[in-house]
C-alpha cells in the first residue's frame, strides 16, 4: 500500500498489504523492511500476523512453505529466518518451534525454542511431522492372502 525509499541508508520500507516475489519465492506480510549492503546484498525483514514465505523446490515440482510473526531472508547467505509461532512446510512434513532457520542451499531446516521464553517460563517444544519416503521401485503394501470364508456343516443348528 505505501513504501518509503531512503537512497542514503539503502533501506526501503513497504507498509500494507506486502507482496515480496523474487523468482520462484514469495514472502507476504504486513511490512518489510529492506536493507542493501555495500555489495549489493539484501537482507528483508518481513513482519506480520502472520507473514508467509513460498518457494518452488529446485528441479522438483514442490513447494517449501512457511510462516512466523518475523521472516528475515538474506541474500547473501541464502537464508530465511522464521521466528514466533514459526512453521515450515515440505510436501507432508511439516516442524514448528520458535524459531526455524532454512538454508536455500542446502535445503536443511534447524528448529529450536531456545532463548524465547522468560525465565520463570518452561521452554516450549519443538514439534515434528516427517512422512517416510517411498522406496525406489518399491510397490505398496497390498492386503495379505485370506482364506476363502465357507459355511461349516459341523456346527449345530442356531435355535
Same mark, same amino acid.
Given at each position: 500500500? /505505501?513504501?518509503v525509499?531512503?537512497?542514503?541508508?539503502?533501506?526501503?520500507?513497504?507498509?500494507?498489504?506486502?507482496?515480496?516475489?523474487?523468482g #520462484?519465492m514469495?514472502?507476504r506480510? +504486513?511490512?518489510?523492511?529492506v536493507?542493501?549492503?555495500?555489495?549489493?546484498?539484501?537482507?528483508?525483514?518481513?513482519y506480520?500476523? #502472520?507473514?508467509?514465505?513460498? /518457494?518452488k523446490?529446485?528441479?522438483l +515440482?514442490? $513447494?517449501?512453505d512457511?510462516?512466523?510473526?518475523?521472516? !528475515?531472508? +538474506?541474500?547473501?547467505a541464502e537464508t530465511? +529466518?522464521? $521466528?514466533?509461532?514459526?512453521?515450515?512446510?515440505?510436501?507432508?512434513? !511439516?516442524v514448528?518451534? !520458535?524459531?526455524?532457520?532454512?538454508? /536455500?542451499?542446502?535445503e536443511?531446516?534447524h528448529?529450536?525454542?531456545?532463548?524465547?521464553?522468560?525465565?520463570n !517460563?518452561? @521452554?516450549k517444544?519443538?514439534?515434528?511431522?516427517l512422512?517416510?519416503k517411498p522406496?525406489?521401485?518399491?510397490? @505398496?503394501p497390498?492386503?495379505?492372502?485370506?482364506?476363502?470364508i465357507?459355511?461349516s456343516?459341523t456346527?449345530?443348528?442356531?435355535?
Amino acid at each position: 500500500d /505505501q513504501v518509503v525509499i531512503d537512497d542514503a541508508k539503502k533501506v526501503s520500507t513497504f507498509t500494507g498489504n506486502v507482496n515480496l516475489t523474487q523468482g #520462484t519465492m514469495v514472502i507476504r506480510g +504486513d511490512k518489510l523492511v529492506v536493507v542493501q549492503d555495500k555489495e549489493g546484498f539484501k537482507h528483508g525483514t518481513a513482519y506480520g500476523n #502472520t507473514a508467509s514465505f513460498r /518457494q518452488k523446490r529446485e528441479g522438483l +515440482d514442490e $513447494y517449501v512453505d512457511g510462516y512466523g510473526e518475523r521472516i !528475515e531472508y +538474506d541474500t547473501r547467505a541464502e537464508t530465511v +529466518d522464521f $521466528y514466533v509461532r514459526a512453521r515450515l512446510k515440505r510436501e507432508l512434513d !511439516e516442524v514448528r518451534g !520458535e524459531h526455524i532457520t532454512y538454508s /536455500q542451499k542446502t535445503e536443511i531446516f534447524h528448529v529450536n525454542s531456545s532463548g524465547v521464553n522468560p525465565e520463570n !517460563e518452561p @521452554p516450549k517444544r519443538v514439534r515434528a511431522i516427517l512422512q517416510p519416503k517411498p522406496k525406489q521401485g518399491a510397490t @505398496p503394501p497390498s492386503a495379505p492372502d485370506t482364506l476363502p470364508i465357507k459355511s461349516s456343516e459341523t456346527l449345530p443348528p442356531a435355535d
